[in-house]
């Protein structure tokens, strides 16, 4: 028993000094590369986006299967995020002029009116935009309104830096009009309908939820900081509501967060892991309100997407059920095949590497019964309770999740072809790169993780201590609209969904062809949030969309009349 104990430790240390090593040497090399990719993607001076006005960022060079040579509100301000962090932090200062041509593109694109609307009626919330700055006009999924979230944020982050650098009239007069158009659409259409990040599903989507609640906090934060009190009071209450909402996400019976209100998929998304990155703030420890990395429901949601990848990839056979393996959108894509993909990969590391900073930085970590399973994974027998930094518990523990987090950079290293080039994908059969080449966001994904690896954080947006509101509101600027949850029990066959419509334009007005696809993440109960008019009496019914066949309910029509603010659910079952 001795000996086989003996083997197993000692089979454990041979596999952490590996991935420890594939990572060591990916982060030395691919570091320069991608920074190098991602900076020959940006404006007429990159070598790659020919094209592209100043500030513009190309989403990939590729022009067919598929055509990215567009650039989009949400890939460029992730990406510029990336760049403005190593700008403010002293990490890179020759990005300055870079990062004005940003400002200044994006400003520009805020006031082209496009098939979303004009700048005052919806048009912040188109998703992608010709790179010489003219609309995109073919049909697309829109709007996407996690683009103005982003994109505030990023320009908030420069701006809090010229701030402190005594640059105060170029943020008032310059930035500060760019951003607070960018916090008013959110503030007043976060509790509209919006496609996801990947452009597929039009619902409510918790990567959208999660950024436009950052994105109001620090806005409240930094007019206070510019004496623009007169909006603060107004952005604080969408944010108090945005976190609320934000709760209705987690299904706590599958121990994961359902990524889309809508979309009849699982709901298993690398949209929730994007969402926990991209809303990281170092000061609010493991809170779970917001779904920091090291909370309790963070973690047991990237175990269980994770697992999602595990037996649906050839590259991922035979692969320990505790070691990383490749991943991707979600598992059941089928978009270019459904392969994994590097920027998905990225951020299974990228959280892992910022909760280890925080619990670091707490001096121990809290195992729950929600985080359980995730721990258990680098030990067994683990009880729930608080480990403290000078345990051998802790340590043991955080050895082996640092181990774990190295190998999603290990699978990346494994599949990044000699050159350093990271595409959209690669193969889920045998690794090759797949898709859109030169990906400015894999290349951003690589530098964000790497930087979590090596233990750097960003400045805080205000996390910490926040209260969810005992009651939720779903209105917007006005108020007028309740967010309904439709339940209904229904058993279908394999292929076979389940819809609703009915009386109102949020339920598409009695129409099957555009009836909205509820999700069967908790099967057999179908479900969908939608914001509907308060006060109102509304029908609907649901309908089964089989092989082309459409069924609908027996009559006669459902109906319900909504309260005059706040939640709703609505149970039923399939009749």
């Known amino acids: 028993m001795r000996f086989t104990l003996l083997f197993s430790l000692v089979g454990l240390a041979v596999r952490a000094f590996a991935q420890s090593s594939a990572a060591d040497?990916?982060?030395?090399?691919?570091?320069?590369?991608?920074?190098?990719?991602?900076?020959?993607?940006?404006?007429?001076?990159?070598?790659?986006?020919?094209?592209?006005?100043?500030?513009?960022?190309?989403?990939?060079?590729?022009t067919s299967n598929p055509d990215y040579l567009y650039t989009w509100t949400r890939d460029s301000s992730l990406v510029f995020k990336a760049l403005i962090d190593q700008f403010t932090t002293g990490e890179d200062t020759s990005l300055r002029t870079l990062i004005?041509?940003?400002?200044?593109?994006?400003?520009?694109?805020?006031?082209?009116?496009?098939?979303?609307?004009?700048?005052?009626?919806?048009?912040?919330?188109?998703?992608?935009f010709n790179i010489d700055e003219t609309a995109f006009t073919g049909a697309w999924g829109r709007p996407q309104r996690d683009g103005p979230a982003l994109r505030a944020t990023a320009i908030i982050t420069y701006a809090n830096w010229l701030l402190d650098n005594n640059n105060s009239t170029y943020?008032?007069?310059?930035?500060?009009?760019?951003?607070?158009l960018d916090l008013d659409y959110v503030a007043n259409n976060w509790n509209q309908s919006t496609f996801d990040l990947w452009e597929e599903i039009n619902s409510s989507s918790f990567f959208t939820t999660a950024v436009q609640h950052r994105a109001l906090r620090e806005g409240a934060t930094f007019a206070n900081r510019i004496g623009q009190?007169?909006?603060?009071?107004?952005?604080?209450?969408?944010?108090?509501?945005?976190?609320?909402?934000?709760?209705?996400?987690?299904?706590?019976?599958?121990?994961?967060?359902?990524a889309n209100t809508g979309g009849g998929r699982s709901g298993?998304?690398?949209?929730?892991?994007?969402?926990?990155?991209?809303?990281?703030?170092?000061?609010?420890?493991?809170?779970?309100?917001?779904?920091?990395?090291?909370?309790?429901?963070?973690?047991?949601?990237?175990?269980?997407?994770?697992?999602?990848?595990?037996?649906?990839?050839?590259?991922?056979?035979?692969?320990?059920?505790?070691?990383?393996?490749?991943?991707?959108?979600?598992?059941?894509?089928?978009?270019q095949g459904g392969n994994p993909w590097y920027l998905t990969t990225f951020a299974v590391a990228e959280q892992l590497y910022d909760a280890l900073i925080v619990w670091d930085k707490l001096g121990g970590l809290n195992v729950t019964s929600?985080?359980?399973?995730?721990?258990?994974?680098?030990?067994?027998?683990?009880?729930?309770?608080?480990?403290?930094?000078?345990?051998?518990?802790?340590?043991?523990?955080?050895?082996?999740?640092?181990?774990?987090?190295?190998?999603?950079?290990?699978?990346?290293?494994?599949?990044?072809?000699?050159?350093?080039g990271l595409a959209e994908q690669f193969s889920k059969s045998d690794g090759a790169p797949v898709s859109a080449v030169d990906l400015t966001w894999s290349y951003a994904a690589a530098l964000t993780s790497f930087a979590a690896r090596e233990g750097k954080t960003y400045a805080s947006w205000g996390a910490a201590g926040l209260v969810v509101p005992a009651q939720c509101s779903?209105?917007?600027?006005?108020?007028?609209?309740?967010?309904?949850?439709?339940?209904?029990?229904?058993?279908?066959?394999?292929?076979?969904?389940?819809?609703?419509?009915?009386?109102?334009?949020?339920?598409?007005?009695?129409?099957?062809?555009?009836?909205?696809?509820?999700?069967?993440?908790?099967?057999?109960?179908?479900?969908?949030?939608?914001?509907?008019?308060?006060?109102?009496?509304?029908?609907?019914?649901?309908?089964?969309?089989?092989?082309?066949?459409?069924?609908?309910?027996?009559?006669?029509?459902?109906?319900?009349?909504?309260?005059?603010?706040?939640?709703?659910?609505?149970?039923?079952?399939?009749?």
Do not use: M
């Open 25 to 62: 040497a990916y982060v030395a090399s691919e570091s320069p590369i991608a920074k190098s990719g991602l900076l020959a993607n940006i404006g007429p001076d990159g070598s790659k986006s020919q094209g592209a006005k100043p500030g513009i960022v190309v989403a990939s060079p590729s």
């Open 100 to 128: 004005d041509e940003f400002t200044t593109a994006e400003a520009t694109l805020q006031q082209v009116s496009n098939p979303s609307g004009t700048v005052s009626t919806g048009g912040l919330g188109e998703p992608k």
């Open 171 to 180: 943020v008032t007069n310059t930035l500060w009009p760019i951003i607070k």
């Open 229 to 258: 009190t007169s909006v603060v009071s107004g952005y604080t209450t969408q944010a108090d509501n945005l976190l609320c909402f934000l709760q209705s996400y987690w299904n706590p019976s599958a121990g994961y967060v359902t």
């Open 268 to 335: 298993k998304d690398a949209n929730t892991l994007l969402a926990s990155i991209h809303t990281f703030d170092p000061a609010a420890g493991c809170d779970a309100a917001t779904f920091q990395p090291c909370s309790d429901k963070a973690l047991s949601n990237l175990k269980v997407y994770v697992d999602s990848f595990r037996s649906i990839y050839s590259i991922n056979s035979g692969i320990a059920s505790n070691a990383a393996v490749a991943t991707g959108r979600y598992p059941e894509d089928s978009y």
């Open 370 to 420: 929600t985080s359980l399973p995730f721990f258990q994974q680098f030990s067994s027998g683990l009880t729930a309770g608080t480990y403290a930094s000078s345990s051998s518990t802790y340590q043991t523990l955080t050895a082996a999740i640092k181990t774990f987090a190295d190998g999603f950079l290990a699978i990346n290293a494994k599949y990044t072809p000699s050159d350093g």
């Open 474 to 575: 779903s209105g917007g600027s006005g108020g007028n609209t309740v967010a309904v949850t439709f339940n209904v029990q229904a058993t279908t066959v394999f292929g076979e969904n389940i819809y609703i419509t009915g009386s109102v334009d949020a339920l598409e007005n009695w129409s099957p062809d555009n009836a909205l696809l509820l999700s069967a993440a908790n099967y057999p109960i179908w479900s969908i949030t939608v914001n509907l008019p308060a006060s109102s009496t509304i029908e609907y019914k649901y309908i089964r969309k089989f092989n082309g066949a459409v069924t609908w309910e027996s009559d006669p029509n459902n109906s319900i009349t909504t309260p005059s603010g706040g939640s709703y659910i609505q149970n039923d079952s399939w009749r």
